[in-house]
């Protein structure tokens, strides 16, 4: 008798390949949204002044002043939600890590496929978790 099974490989949810130094642009994806929102206003308004907002995507926001309201809304809410900004079929959601002091000095971000996990399970069931690991690097950091 045969034994027979199949396999089949995930396909990436991004087109290029991420490694330690990586560098994307802020200004569309959930990590770099946490950051910049954790800007003094001065240099929030001077990156404004200066980036150069290129739709990667139909979705990725190019208008400086839609840029400048959704980082305020991060300010508010506490996390960022990059829904296929920087590539179709890629949703990711961010949060802040902040040291003792309360001050950002990173962030963490869960990327999944936009047709396999929708934005609000994404807010509902992974934003509690990435805030609760979140707090817990305090206590690793200075």
């Known amino acids: 008798m045969?034994?027979?099974?199949?396999?089949?490989?995930?396909?990436?949810?991004?087109?290029?390949?991420?490694?330690?130094?990586?560098?994307?642009p802020a200004y569309c994806t959930s990590m770099g949204r946490v950051l910049l929102a954790a800007l003094p206003d001065d240099e929030l308004t001077a990156y404004l002044d200066c980036v150069e907002l290129t739709a990667l995507t139909p979705k990725t926001v190019t208008d400086k002043g839609l840029l400048y309201e959704t980082i305020r809304r991060v300010q508010i809410q506490g996390f960022a939600l990059a829904d296929e900004e920087l590539e179709l079929g890629l949703r990711s959601i961010a949060v802040p890590v902040r040291n003792r002091q309360?001050?950002?000095v990173a962030a963490i971000?869960?990327?999944?496929?936009?047709?396999?996990?929708?934005?609000?399970?994404?807010?509902?069931?992974?934003?509690p978790i990435l805030q609760e690991?979140?707090?817990?690097f305090v206590h690793m950091l200075g």
């Open 2 to 24: 045969w034994n027979w099974s199949a396999r089949s490989s995930a396909k990436r949810v991004m087109s290029v390949g991420l490694s330690v130094g990586s560098r994307l």
């Open 102 to 104: 309360g001050r950002v």
């Open 109 to 127: 971000n869960i990327g999944v496929h936009a047709a396999r996990v929708s934005a609000g399970e994404m807010i509902e069931r992974l934003l």
């Open 133 to 136: 690991h979140a707090r817990s």
